[in-house]
């Protein structure tokens, strides 16, 4: 998020701009607000969402951590303590998280399965160069979501690899990784 002033004022915010606010999340918790602009966490300064997640993986679950937020132009602080991301839960299916590589290079894995038991053809999905991670533990609407349900019911094993540096994969940021490093995750998977 960037905004430049109007007229002739050339004051400019720069920062994470929230969109929505989940109801009953650790940020509704905290009081952050839809149109909150976060500027800051913790002292790390958020000039965009690249760095904002950048900031964020040096933190964990049970984390309090202070959010510097502009809101109707004023500057407030709101503390947010970090609570676990929701598992995926889908009925009829199986959900294993698990993780592959050595060392600071371990992707996540995330493998659906259908809930009887028997020998299922597969699919490995390799993920896109997407910054986004591949979990969907929100039932929101999501063509990939969809895609991975439907194969699952129909019999199939759906495997699915996280880049480096995006959910809970190692590496400081997925856009600091290059495509041979992400071409030896997968193949590690």
Request: net charge negative; no cysteine.
């Amino acid at each position: 998020y960037e905004e430049h002033g109007e007229h002739g004022n050339h004051a400019t915010t720069t920062g994470i701009f929230v969109d929505s606010v989940m109801p009953g999340s650790a940020a509704a918790q905290a009081d952050l607000r839809d149109q909150d602009i976060i500027i800051q966490i913790g002292s790390d300064p958020t000039p965009n969402l690249d760095v904002g997640l950048k900031s964020l993986r040096k933190y964990f679950a049970g984390d309090k951590i202070s959010l510097t937020i502009l809101r109707d132009g004023e500057e407030h602080t709101v503390h947010v303590t970090l609570r676990p991301r929701p598992k995926e839960k889908w009925d009829g299916i199986e959900v294993r998280y698990d993780q592959a590589g050595t060392g600071d290079q371990r992707v996540r894995t995330l493998i659906t399965k259908p809930s009887a038991s028997g020998k299922y053809p597969a699919i490995l999905f390799i993920q896109s160069l997407s910054p986004r991670s591949i979990e969907f533990a929100f039932p929101v609407p999501d063509p990939l979501r969809n895609l991975v349900e439907a194969f699952t019911k129909a019999g199939f094993v759906f495997m699915r690899v996280d880049r480096l540096g995006t959910g809970d994969s190692d590496g400081l940021s997925v856009f600091d990784t290059t495509v041979k490093m992400d071409a030896a995750a997968f193949r590690s998977a």
